[in-house]
Structures are given as C-alpha cells and as structure tokens.
C-alpha cells in the first residue's frame, strides 16, 4: 500500500512568544505562503484539514468548514482530524490518493492568545477529575517518567545533553523563537528550575505563537509545482486513550507508537536507521528518548546511552529536531506539529538553511507521545 | 485552584466526598471496577453499575512533585500522584503529610479529606 501523494508547497510565518494577529489571521498567513510556495492559489484548493479557531462560526461538526466562508472556497473533502501535522497530512494524503480531493490544505496556529504571563490553555485539561488536582500536560507526562526513572535510572547528564542539543540547534536557528538562547551545556538543563519531576524548565517545550501550512496533491500534478516535491511514504497513527483525562501509565503507554513505526517503516520499505532527519515530538526530553527505543534502535531503557554513544545533532548518526524543535523553535498549539512537517519537507529539498543535514533525502516525523495517551509518524522522502 | 462542575453522571461521587466517603463505580454484569465514572461499564458495556464505598486504601503507582503550580492558589510543592485502590481503580490525588523525599513508587496510602476553597477533595497520606 502506499500514497499517490507528495507536499508541494510549505509555509510557515513568523514564530515569536507573542504574536499581533488573530488565530485566523496567521493561519490565513501561513496558508497563503504555502500556497505561494505550490504555484497555486485558494482557487486550487477543494480539500482542506484546519481545526477553526474561532471567534465566529458554528458550534457544528465539522467545524473545518467554517474556513470555507472567510477564505470564500468550497470544498470536496474537509478532513476534521485533531491536532493536524502527521494525522492532518496522511488523512490529505489518503483523501489525495483515493480522489475526494486534487489539492488538500493542512493549516493551522494560533497568535493574540499567549500575552503576558498567559498560560496556554491547552496545557491545562479542564475535567473534573484531572483539573482540581492542579496536573497540566507536563506532569502527565511526568507521572510517566518517573516510573521508567525508578525502573531504569538513566543518567540525568545524558539526558540533559538530548535537551542541549535540540536547544542549541535552536539557538543557531534565525527563525527559532529562542535564537541566540544558548550554547546550553547538560547541567545548564539540569540546573534549571524543577517544574515537575522529572522535568527542569529547559526539558520541557515552548508555548508560542505563529501558524504553519502544507499543499498535498497527488504525485501526478505535483510534476506540474515549481518546487521538489515531497512524497508522503508512510504513516501511521495509535489512538489508545482520550488525552489527559484518566491517568496514563507506564505499563500501558511505554511502548506507544511501536505498532505505528513497525506499519509507516513497513509502506516506506526503510528501517529505523536508514532515516536520514528525525524531526521527532519533543514535548520533553526523555519522549525524545521514549520514541528512540520504541522506533526499535535500542532497547527498553537504554535510549539516554544510544543517543550519547551516536548523537542527535546535526552532523552526529541521527540527525534529530534539526529546526531547534518544540524546545527551541516553537510549538504553536493545535497548529504545533504542523511545524515538523514544514522543517521536514525543507530538509529534503535543501533550503534548511543553517539546519541543513548534507544530502537528507528522508525524513521521520511524529506527533503527540506517551504522556498524551495517542501517537502518530510518518516518513518523507524525496521524489526521483 | 480550579472549580469544578460535577455531572448528573458524578455528582453522587462529590455528594459522598463531602461526607468523607470515597466511592467509584462497581458493574453489576461484570463486577468490574472502574474510574471515571462513564455512562457504561467500560469492561462490559453494561449501564446496570453502581457506586460503592471504596476502602480508601491503595498505594502509589507513580507520583510527580510539581514545584511550579498552574497558579498561586495551589499548595507549592504539590506532589500528584497516580493511586491505584486496592479495589483496582485509579484515581488521581494528592500525597500530603510528608516530604517528597518520604514518598516512594509502590508505597501503601490511604485517603482522607481536605477542604479547599474550591471544595472538600479526597486526598492521601502514605501509612
């Protein structure tokens, strides 16, 4: 089985902490610049995966439609999924391939909400038996950690040096909200205020603000896009539980995502190590670890040493989060894991800039993680 | 601290809590415990479950001392943890009476109640 699909446009607007835009606007921005980027225009579009920010519209599903009246289009297939990033691009990908849709929109970020001091929203589930107890999405996935801390005792320099890393790709990065943050050393991480163990600030990824865009059409028409189209190879998604309701446990979520590696490493016919980029979920460090070891690279517990013995940097054996990720770039909410799709396509046509890894012709992404109880990946590759 | 707004489907839980009785649901086809409460059993899809009072005892699955609080109005540090009751149920809460540095993965606890501005919450201590 494989995809009759492939990116041909990305965008991605200006990443900061705060942002002088609506949610609609930016992500209006962000799709625009894709579409500029494909060759083509709104009036190319008749797919479209983009969660309605609001304000305005209807409190109807699918609330994706709503973008049909502002952006003055009507669609043939409206994909709803939740967040987008890999689920919003292989639900594209398969609307593409089976023909409900010729050009299908995945966009979405949000700005104007993070002002001063705001905490993001999304971090915190409101449900009566999770919010009372004061738990935010750090320390769901915290209550995780700990477990397999207890179990396996990684060595916390080691792992402090997986966020140095990632963080001071960032630091390099223009378009990186924390450029210029950094170099960062392993115990300027574990030096850093405790926020949840096992978690110091600088393990745990940004709220931000900026919105990003891809074009996906099928592989005949992308001959036709001005720019190296981007093939979708593979993906696969796990949805074990809904999110940040009961409590996730080690036990039942440590191996998340193996299932959805074996499947998209299968349709792309490459193994783990023939990637060429990880742009892997950083929501924190050790989930970077967590999904080394679950991709089949190392065993249970042994991540924190492999990622040491081979590195996670630019010009090291795997590549990974090479934009500065969720640490160091951004993470724009609901529209956030879009960002690794846009850094991926880059990748492999070789406009990564100061990020590029020489020659990448393949790349993995994934979204959500253990902690989030749902996990999704998908591999890029080049089209020759 | 937050508010919350129980359901018809919870409210009988707050109801008890506000009495010092820790209950959860109990399938009445299967047997089955289960946490939160759903409209069917989770286990068997049966909707013939009720609540029953729980021992209150369990002990930590797994626990994490959050030193920033989503706002002032909680206790700081807060150590949350995952209990699983000895009638296999979970539940979240919080570990109070000690220090974090007393609290162990697979340590024994048993609930008791606080006051809050928010509301009673059923909370626990290690034994």
Known sequence: MSFNAAVVGVGMTKQAKSLDHSNISISIEALNLALTDAGMDIEDVDGICARWPGPGGTTFDPGVVDWSGILGTSFRWVGDTYPQGVPGVLDAAAAVSTGLCEVAVVFGGQAGVLGEGNLAGYTRPDNEFVAPWGLFTAAHFGLIANVYFERFRPDRDKLSQVAATIRNAGAKNPDAVMYGRGPYSPSDITNSPLICEPFHLLDLCLATEGASAVVITSIERSQDCPKLPVRILGGSSEWHRQQYVDPPRYDEVASLGKDAFQRTFGMAGLSPDEIDVYELYDINTWEVVRQFETMGLCEEGEGTDFIHENGIGKDQNFPTNTDGGLLSFSHTGWGGPTLKIVEAVRQIRGTAGCSQVAGAETALITGAGSGAQYFNTAILGASR | ?127
């Open chain 2, 1 to 127: 601290m937050r508010t919350w707004s129980p359901s018809e489907l919870t409210a009988y839980f707050w109801t008890q809590i506000n009495s010092g009785i820790l209950v959860r649901p109990v399938c009445r086809s299967c047997g089955a415990n289960f946490f939160s409460p759903q409209v069917l059993c989770p286990s068997c899809q049966s909707d013939s479950w009720e609540y029953e009072e729980s021992s209150g005892h369990g002990y930590i699955y797994s626990f994490t001392e959050i030193h920033r609080p989503p706002d002032s109005s909680f206790p700081s540090p807060l150590i949350v943890a995952d209990i699983e009751l000895d009638e296999g149920w979970r539940m979240f809460s919080w570990i109070v009476g000690c220090r974090s540095e007393d609290v162990r993965i697979g340590s024994r606890v048993y609930v008791t109640f606080e006051d809050f501005d928010a509301g009673t919450l059923p909370v626990f201590k290690i034994n």
